[in-house]
């Protein structure tokens, strides 16, 4: 069975510009989450999704946005980089919302915005 | 808030030799606790999970007990390997909310 899928894996772009990143979930998990780590602030929740619904936010700028896709793909979106937007962007999917469902990681996207 | 606090790193071992990271954590209610690792380059694996008070998790060797009386969920190996040189989280979910909340990460490094 295939594992979480991130594209691209990384990213060169300059401030103002703006990026989609894109997450294949493992076949038949619903709920994808997005989580943001760098150096200074380590691991941070964005955002998830489930049934295309986005159920639970974390404390990001309206920047950063995301969907979910009727077949569980999701893509998220930032708009407006700033050099402080340069991370490793994971995602993470789940059969189920909830906290005996296990996630699964990608190997992330690496974006360096410059 | 809900928080997670692990020891600083990094933590620099010889070829087996016993390892603790420490983990403690604060949060309402009963959340699930997990211990993730990343390997240079990769993303996080899931190593061990426990559900509630008293459960142990365990996986390749590497141990984590659930202590609620005193919050914590400290990682154990009896004796590492230079492949366990990664960066090792932990992490809490609770029952009410989908996302997981992270500790800063401790980077292991063993010598052989």
């Known amino acids: 069975k295939a594992g979480v899928t991130q594209t691209p894996r990384y990213l060169i772009k300059t401030r103002g510009q703006q990026v989609t990143l894109s997450c294949s979930p493992i076949?038949?998990?619903?709920?994808v989450s997005w989580y943001q780590q760098t150096p200074g602030q380590g691991l941070q929740f964005l955002f998830e999704?489930?049934?295309?619904?986005?159920?639970n936010k974390g404390n990001f700028p309206g920047r950063f946005s995301g969907r979910q896709f009727s077949n569980s793909r999701s893509e998220m979106n930032v708009s407006t980089l700033e050099l402080g937007d340069s991370a490793l962007y994971l995602c993470?999917?789940?059969?189920?919302?909830?906290?005996?469902?296990?996630?699964?990681f990608g190997a992330g996207t690496r974006l360096s915005v410059l | 808030g809900n928080s997670v606090t692990q020891m600083e790193g990094p933590v620099t071992l010889s070829e087996e030799a016993f390892l603790t990271i420490n983990c403690t954590y604060t949060?309402?209610?009963?959340?699930?606790l997990f211990w993730y690792v990343q390997y240079p380059g990769e993303g996080l694996q899931l190593l061990l999970k426990?559900?509630?008070?008293?459960d142990k998790g365990s996986n390749k060797g590497f141990e984590a007990t659930y202590r609620k009386e005193t919050t914590s969920f400290h990682l154990e190996k009896g004796s590492v390997q230079v492949s366990d040189s990664a960066v090792y989280f932990c992490?809490?979910?609770?029952?009410?909310?989908?996302?997981?909340?992270f500790g800063k990460g401790t980077k292991l490094s063993v010598k052989p």
């Open positions: 993470a999917s789940s059969l189920e919302q909830g906290a005996d469902n296990i996630q699964y």
């Open positions: 076949s038949g998990h619903r709920s």
């Open positions: 999704y489930f049934s295309e619904t986005q159920r």
């Open positions: 949060a309402t209610g009963y959340p699930s």
């Open positions: 426990a559900t509630k008070a008293d």
């Open positions: 992490a809490l979910i609770k029952r009410s909310q989908g996302n997981l909340i």
